[in-house]
């Protein structure tokens, strides 16, 4: 009794892995796992209908601070491969990974790209990769190698779909050029709430500041309050840019403070709901930049036009008709004494 007790004991985890290692088999299509809805997107079009794709984090989720759930480990037990971003965008992976017992391989879509350390925030890599879409190409590289790998039989489909995908991120690497150049050189700074835009800049030639650092974990300091307020007044920074996955009350109080606005809606770490205008990595990078065009293009700056400025001009008109009102009257008067 007590011996078969210690069989079971033992004979458990090979039968986890066993139900594991079959799942596929028994399955249509391998499922592939991504840490972020990002990356999930970029595997479906790859992969196409060979594969189905599920993201650990949900749409408008944080990834920096996100915290796994019972539902996790049961998707990550059933995936036949995991993508994942790394530089430490999400640390709570490799725990995920091992809770769920999964053998299946993990794919970091980051290899093969030299990552930017942040100098503003303590050295900290700068996860943020994907922001860049020619880096974008290096992840869809990642990942149709991996995809081969779980389905040499489908080389070919996957081949072609990569390919496709290759052709877009290029025209889209085009298509931000072009968008970019129609900003004034010396207004091309970008205010963000997290530092989530140095590949992009880097790569399009805008200067960027941001009130938190690479990650979403840290609280504001009083500093960073400062060097933006000062970037802002020195600079006659129009606009302000909100991300989708960061609560903006305290980035809505620096526009108040500077009386500018917030220029619209970015999407840094995750993708859009479908009816958004990033429900896609092609569209989310595409969206952020008309964002920032027509931000940075806007000819008349909002932030002049507050209601205490429009006041003061009201006094102003009120008086100068008063003063020509008076000046008319006087001359009528004089008129009429030579009369
Ligand atoms: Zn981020």
């Known amino acids: 009794m007590h011996l078969s007790f210690l069989k079971y004991i033992i004979l458990l985890p090979i039968v986890i892995l066993l139900i594991n290692a079959t799942a596929f088999g028994q399955r249509e299509k391998p499922l592939v796992v991504a840490t972020a809805s990002i990356f999930a997107d970029m595997v479906s079009a790859i992969g196409d209908t060979l594969v189905e794709s599920a993201s650990v ?152 500041e941001s009130l938190l650092g690479t990650s979403t974990d840290a609280d504001v300091r009083t500093s960073d309050m400062m060097r933006i307020n000062q970037v802002i007044r020195e600079q006659q920074i129009p606009v302000l840019f909100a991300e989708s996955t960061i609560n903006p009350k305290m980035f809505e109080q620096v526009a108040k403070d500077n009386k500018i606005t917030i220029g619209g809606k970015l999407y840094s770490d995750s993708l859009g709901d479908k009816d958004s205008p990033a429900d896609t990595y092609l569209n989310m990078v595409r969206s952020n930049t008309d964002v920032i065009v027509s931000g940075l293009t806007s000819s008349v700056n909002p932030a002049t036009d507050t209601a205490e400025d429009s006041s003061t001009r009201i006094v102003m008109i009120i008086g100068i008709l008063f003063c020509l009102t008076a000046l008319i009257f006087y001359l009528w008067r004089k008129r009429l004494f030579t009369v």
């Open 57 to 208: 984090v949900p749409i408008g989720g944080d990834p920096h601070i996100y915290e796994p759930t019972p539902r996790d480990i049961r998707l990550l037990a059933k995936a036949d491969l995991i993508v994942k971003n790394g530089l430490t965008f999400e640390g709570w992976i490799s725990d995920l990974i091992n809770n769920s017992g999964s053998a299946a391989p993990v794919k970091t879509l980051t290899e093969g790209i030299t990552p930017i350390t942040s100098e503003a925030h303590q050295n900290a890599t700068d996860p943020h990769a994907w922001m860049d879409p020619v880096n974008g190409k290096m992840y869809a590289t990642n990942i149709k190698e991996a995809l081969i790998e779980l389905l040499p039989a489908h080389q070919d489909v996957i081949q072609n779909q990569y390919e496709k995908y290759i052709r877009q991120l290029d025209s889209l690497d085009q298509y931000i050029r072009e968008q970019i150049s129609t900003i004034e050189p010396a207004k091309r700074i970008l205010i963000t709430s997290h530092d989530a835009f140095h590949y992009y800049g880097k790569r399009y030639g805008l200067r960027l």
